[in-house]
């Protein structure tokens, strides 16, 4: 698992806001841990979801 936050500060991995909107839009289970105010996810569930191409409307 890993924080959001962090991932957004690597540069191979989307912006902070395309971040969080992909983990909304697509159901990603979050994490929270207690006395933690990141928020975590699960980096298999993100690169699947980053590899599976989207449908357009």
Do not use: C, Q
């Amino acid at each position: 698992m890993v924080a959001l936050t962090d991932l957004a500060k690597d540069p191979r991995w989307p912006s902070r806001p395309v971040l969080f909107n992909l983990v909304r839009d697509h159901r990603i289970p979050r994490y929270k841990f207690p006395g933690d105010r990141k928020t975590y996810i699960r980096v298999a569930a993100l690169e699947r979801v980053l590899k599976t191409p989207s449908r357009r409307p």
